[in-house]
C-alpha cells in the first residue's frame, strides 16, 4: 500500500508492505528536512501528522509514484525511514 499526502511544492509518502503476514511501515525520509514545509496530515488510528524529516518535494513524490506503480515495490527512488504507523 502507497499512501500519499501532498501540499503546494511538498508532500510525504507512507509505504507499507506484508511479508509473510508480518507488516512493516516506512515512511520518505529527508536527511535534510525543509525548514518552511506545512504539516501533512496521516490519518492511521487517530490523527497525526508525518514528520518534518518525511517531507520531500512534490517531483520526488512523481518520481515515487512513478516507479510503485510500476513496480509495485517499495520504491528505491527516495530514502526511506521505519515507521511507527503500521496498519
Do not use: C
Not at 520518505?28 to 514528520?51: C, E, H, R
Amino acid at each position: 500500500m502507497l499512501l500519499v499526502a501532498v501540499t503546494i511544492g511538498y508532500g510525504a509518502a507512507y509505504f507499507r508492505e506484508v511479508d509473510h503476514g508480518t507488516a512493516s511501515g516506512w515512511i520518505t525520509s529527508n536527511p535534510s528536512p525543509v525548514p518552511i514545509a506545512l504539516k501533512l496530515a496521516f490519518v492511521g488510528q487517530g490523527w497525526s501528522d508525518f514528520p518534518s524529516t518525511a517531507v520531500v518535494t512534490t517531483d520526488q513524490l512523481r518520481v515515487l509514484v512513478a516507479e510503485y506503480l510500476a513496480t509495485g515495490r517499495r520504491p528505491a527512488s527516495v530514502r526511506w525511514q521505519e515507521s511507527e504507523w503500521v496498519q
